[in-house]
Protein backbone atom coordinates (compact mmCIF):
# COMPACT_ATOMS: atom_id res chain seq x y z
CA UNK A 1 0.00 0.00 0.00
CA UNK A 2 1.88 2.93 -1.29
CA UNK A 3 2.03 6.32 1.25
CA UNK A 4 3.45 9.34 1.48
CA UNK A 5 6.25 9.41 3.94
CA UNK A 6 7.30 12.00 6.61
CA UNK A 7 10.20 13.01 9.02
CA UNK A 8 9.91 13.62 11.84
CA UNK A 9 6.36 12.99 13.17
CA UNK A 10 6.94 15.79 16.16
CA UNK A 11 9.53 18.17 16.33
CA UNK A 12 10.02 20.73 19.19
CA UNK A 13 12.60 23.09 18.58
CA UNK A 14 13.88 26.60 20.45
CA UNK A 15 13.59 29.65 18.55
CA UNK A 16 15.57 30.45 15.95
CA UNK A 17 17.15 27.14 15.64
CA UNK A 18 16.79 25.37 11.85
CA UNK A 19 13.87 23.07 11.34
CA UNK A 20 13.85 20.46 8.12
CA UNK A 21 11.44 18.44 7.44
CA UNK A 22 11.51 15.32 5.03
CA UNK A 23 8.95 13.77 2.93
CA UNK A 24 9.08 10.66 0.47
CA UNK A 25 6.23 11.18 -2.28
CA UNK A 26 4.28 8.03 -3.38
CA UNK A 27 6.70 6.26 -6.40
CA UNK A 28 5.37 7.06 -9.36
CA UNK A 29 4.19 10.53 -8.81
CA UNK A 30 5.48 13.79 -10.11
CA UNK A 31 3.93 16.58 -8.06
CA UNK A 32 4.52 17.35 -4.18
CA UNK A 33 2.90 19.77 -2.54
CA UNK A 34 3.57 21.23 1.05
CA UNK A 35 0.91 22.48 2.89
CA UNK A 36 0.76 24.12 6.18
CA UNK A 37 -2.34 23.68 8.39
CA UNK A 38 -3.12 25.77 11.56
CA UNK A 39 -7.06 26.00 13.60
CA UNK A 40 -7.05 29.61 12.76
CA UNK A 41 -5.54 30.01 8.82
CA UNK A 42 -6.96 26.36 7.89
CA UNK A 43 -4.97 24.54 5.47
CA UNK A 44 -2.26 26.89 3.65
CA UNK A 45 -0.40 26.02 -0.07
CA UNK A 46 3.27 26.62 0.41
CA UNK A 47 4.80 25.74 -1.96
CA UNK A 48 4.62 22.97 -5.07
CA UNK A 49 6.73 21.32 -7.62
CA UNK A 50 5.88 19.14 -10.57
CA UNK A 51 8.77 16.62 -12.05
CA UNK A 52 10.82 18.41 -9.13
CA UNK A 53 10.88 21.79 -10.55
CA UNK A 54 9.38 24.30 -8.65
CA UNK A 55 6.08 26.25 -9.95
CA UNK A 56 4.54 28.08 -6.78
CA UNK A 57 6.00 28.99 -3.98
CA UNK A 58 4.01 32.14 -3.38
CA UNK A 59 2.07 31.18 -0.29
CA UNK A 60 5.64 30.50 1.58
CA UNK A 61 7.68 33.28 3.15
CA UNK A 62 10.77 33.34 1.76
CA UNK A 63 12.54 34.90 4.07
CA UNK A 64 12.68 32.27 6.29
CA UNK A 65 11.22 28.91 4.47
CA UNK A 66 12.76 26.85 1.40
CA UNK A 67 11.51 23.87 -0.34
CA UNK A 68 13.67 21.50 -2.68
CA UNK A 69 13.33 18.18 -4.20
CA UNK A 70 17.02 17.10 -4.44
CA UNK A 71 15.72 13.81 -6.12
CA UNK A 72 12.55 12.66 -7.33
CA UNK A 73 12.19 10.46 -3.95
CA UNK A 74 12.88 13.74 -1.57
CA UNK A 75 11.66 16.60 -1.16
CA UNK A 76 12.60 18.95 1.78
CA UNK A 77 10.98 22.18 3.95
CA UNK A 78 13.53 24.62 5.58
CA UNK A 79 12.97 26.74 8.39
CA UNK A 80 15.60 28.76 9.31
CA UNK A 81 15.34 30.68 11.56
CA UNK A 82 12.01 28.96 13.24
CA UNK A 83 9.50 31.40 15.25
CA UNK A 84 7.02 30.99 17.80
CA UNK A 85 4.62 31.42 15.03
CA UNK A 86 5.51 28.72 12.26
CA UNK A 87 4.23 26.22 14.86
CA UNK A 88 1.63 24.33 13.08
CA UNK A 89 1.39 20.72 11.32
CA UNK A 90 2.88 20.86 7.70
CA UNK A 91 1.98 18.28 5.17
CA UNK A 92 3.43 17.04 2.19
CA UNK A 93 1.39 15.45 -0.13
CA UNK A 94 2.40 13.56 -3.80
CA UNK A 95 -0.08 13.50 -7.02
CA UNK A 96 -0.97 12.69 -10.31
CA UNK A 97 -2.54 14.04 -12.90
CA UNK A 98 -6.30 13.78 -13.25
CA UNK A 99 -7.42 11.73 -16.31
CA UNK A 100 -9.69 14.53 -17.11
CA UNK A 101 -7.42 17.33 -16.90
CA UNK A 102 -8.37 18.54 -13.57
CA UNK A 103 -6.07 19.22 -10.55
CA UNK A 104 -4.01 16.66 -9.35
CA UNK A 105 -4.81 14.34 -6.63
CA UNK A 106 -3.26 14.63 -3.84
CA UNK A 107 -2.40 11.85 -1.70
CA UNK A 108 -1.39 13.42 2.04
CA UNK A 109 1.20 12.43 4.13
CA UNK A 110 0.62 11.70 8.07
CA UNK A 111 2.35 14.91 8.63
CA UNK A 112 5.47 16.80 10.88
CA UNK A 113 3.92 18.58 14.26
CA UNK A 114 6.04 21.44 14.59
CA UNK A 115 6.28 23.40 17.84
CA UNK A 116 8.78 26.77 18.19
CA UNK A 117 9.16 27.65 21.83
CA UNK B 1 -8.21 37.74 -1.97
CA UNK B 2 -10.00 35.33 -4.07
CA UNK B 3 -11.49 32.77 -1.41
CA UNK B 4 -13.58 29.48 -1.45
CA UNK B 5 -15.84 29.54 1.50
CA UNK B 6 -17.33 26.54 3.45
CA UNK B 7 -20.58 26.57 5.50
CA UNK B 8 -21.54 25.30 7.85
CA UNK B 9 -18.22 25.83 9.88
CA UNK B 10 -18.98 23.29 12.52
CA UNK B 11 -22.42 20.54 12.21
CA UNK B 12 -23.50 18.66 15.29
CA UNK B 13 -25.83 15.53 14.63
CA UNK B 14 -27.48 12.82 15.99
CA UNK B 15 -26.51 9.31 14.06
CA UNK B 16 -29.00 8.69 10.92
CA UNK B 17 -29.48 12.19 10.36
CA UNK B 18 -28.51 13.87 7.36
CA UNK B 19 -25.35 16.34 6.37
CA UNK B 20 -24.93 18.75 4.32
CA UNK B 21 -21.61 21.18 3.51
CA UNK B 22 -21.74 24.13 1.00
CA UNK B 23 -18.67 25.54 -0.94
CA UNK B 24 -19.24 28.44 -2.46
CA UNK B 25 -16.64 30.94 -4.27
CA UNK B 26 -17.30 34.35 -5.86
CA UNK B 27 -14.87 33.06 -8.79
CA UNK B 28 -15.49 30.20 -11.26
CA UNK B 29 -13.83 27.44 -10.64
CA UNK B 30 -11.83 25.36 -12.93
CA UNK B 31 -13.15 22.07 -10.85
CA UNK B 32 -13.26 21.28 -6.96
CA UNK B 33 -12.06 18.74 -4.66
CA UNK B 34 -13.43 17.35 -1.58
CA UNK B 35 -11.56 15.70 0.95
CA UNK B 36 -11.80 14.53 4.23
CA UNK B 37 -9.77 14.90 7.54
CA UNK B 38 -10.32 12.61 10.62
CA UNK B 39 -9.62 13.68 13.88
CA UNK B 40 -5.48 13.76 14.01
CA UNK B 41 -5.15 12.45 11.00
CA UNK B 42 -4.43 13.83 7.20
CA UNK B 43 -6.59 15.01 4.79
CA UNK B 44 -8.01 11.90 2.07
CA UNK B 45 -8.89 12.62 -0.99
CA UNK B 46 -12.54 11.64 -1.21
CA UNK B 47 -13.59 13.05 -5.15
CA UNK B 48 -12.87 15.35 -8.01
CA UNK B 49 -15.66 17.05 -10.05
CA UNK B 50 -15.05 19.11 -13.83
CA UNK B 51 -17.95 19.40 -15.41
CA UNK B 52 -20.85 22.07 -14.88
CA UNK B 53 -24.01 20.25 -13.00
CA UNK B 54 -21.72 16.93 -12.34
CA UNK B 55 -23.09 15.03 -9.72
CA UNK B 56 -21.19 11.91 -8.23
CA UNK B 57 -21.92 9.32 -5.58
CA UNK B 58 -20.27 7.53 -3.63
CA UNK B 59 -22.60 4.76 -1.13
CA UNK B 60 -23.98 7.74 1.31
CA UNK B 61 -21.90 10.43 -0.03
CA UNK B 62 -23.51 12.71 -2.74
CA UNK B 63 -21.05 15.48 -4.32
CA UNK B 64 -22.51 17.92 -6.82
CA UNK B 65 -21.19 20.95 -8.80
CA UNK B 66 -23.34 24.19 -9.41
CA UNK B 67 -24.34 25.03 -12.98
CA UNK B 68 -22.23 27.95 -13.15
CA UNK B 69 -19.28 26.01 -11.20
CA UNK B 70 -18.94 28.42 -8.50
CA UNK B 71 -20.16 26.32 -6.10
CA UNK B 72 -20.44 22.57 -4.90
CA UNK B 73 -21.82 20.49 -2.44
CA UNK B 74 -21.40 17.42 -0.65
CA UNK B 75 -24.62 15.61 1.24
CA UNK B 76 -24.35 12.34 3.30
CA UNK B 77 -27.36 10.70 3.77
CA UNK B 78 -27.77 8.76 7.04
CA UNK B 79 -24.65 9.93 9.20
CA UNK B 80 -22.35 6.94 10.65
CA UNK B 81 -19.81 7.60 13.54
CA UNK B 82 -17.33 6.84 11.25
CA UNK B 83 -18.21 10.08 9.19
CA UNK B 84 -16.74 12.45 11.84
CA UNK B 85 -13.93 14.54 10.43
CA UNK B 86 -13.43 17.79 9.03
CA UNK B 87 -14.33 17.95 5.41
CA UNK B 88 -12.87 20.28 2.98
CA UNK B 89 -13.13 21.07 -0.48
CA UNK B 90 -10.44 22.68 -2.57
CA UNK B 91 -11.34 24.42 -5.82
CA UNK B 92 -8.78 25.60 -8.53
CA UNK B 93 -9.31 28.87 -10.21
CA UNK B 94 -7.25 31.46 -12.31
CA UNK B 95 -6.09 34.47 -10.36
CA UNK B 96 -6.08 37.89 -12.20
CA UNK B 97 -2.54 36.86 -13.44
CA UNK B 98 -4.05 34.10 -15.18
CA UNK B 99 -1.88 31.65 -13.30
CA UNK B 100 -4.00 28.21 -11.64
CA UNK B 101 -4.67 29.02 -7.94
CA UNK B 102 -5.84 25.69 -5.60
CA UNK B 103 -7.52 26.93 -3.21
CA UNK B 104 -8.57 25.62 0.20
CA UNK B 105 -11.77 26.23 2.10
CA UNK B 106 -11.46 26.31 5.98
CA UNK B 107 -13.26 23.05 6.22
CA UNK B 108 -16.79 21.53 8.07
CA UNK B 109 -16.33 20.25 10.94
CA UNK B 110 -18.89 17.03 11.87
CA UNK B 111 -19.50 15.50 14.65
CA UNK B 112 -22.13 12.41 14.81
CA UNK B 113 -23.89 11.72 18.04
CA UNK B 114 -24.48 7.66 18.31
Known amino acids: DARVTQTPRHKVTEMGQEVTMRCQPI?????VFWYRQTMMQGLELLAY????????DSGMPKDRFSAEMPDATLATLKIQPSEPRDSAVYFC???????????????FGPGTRLTVL | GQQVMQIPQYQHVQEGEDFTTYCNSS?????IQWYKQRPGGHPVFLIQ???SGEVKKQKRLTFQFGEAKKNSSLHITATQTTDVGTYFC??????????????WGLGTSLAVNP
Open chain 1, 27 to 31: LGHNT
Open chain 2, 49 to 51: LVK
Open chain 2, 90 to 103: AGLLRDAGNNRKLI
Open chain 1, 49 to 56: FRNRAPLD
Open chain 2, 27 to 31: TTLSN
Open chain 1, 93 to 107: ASGFPDPRGGTDTQY
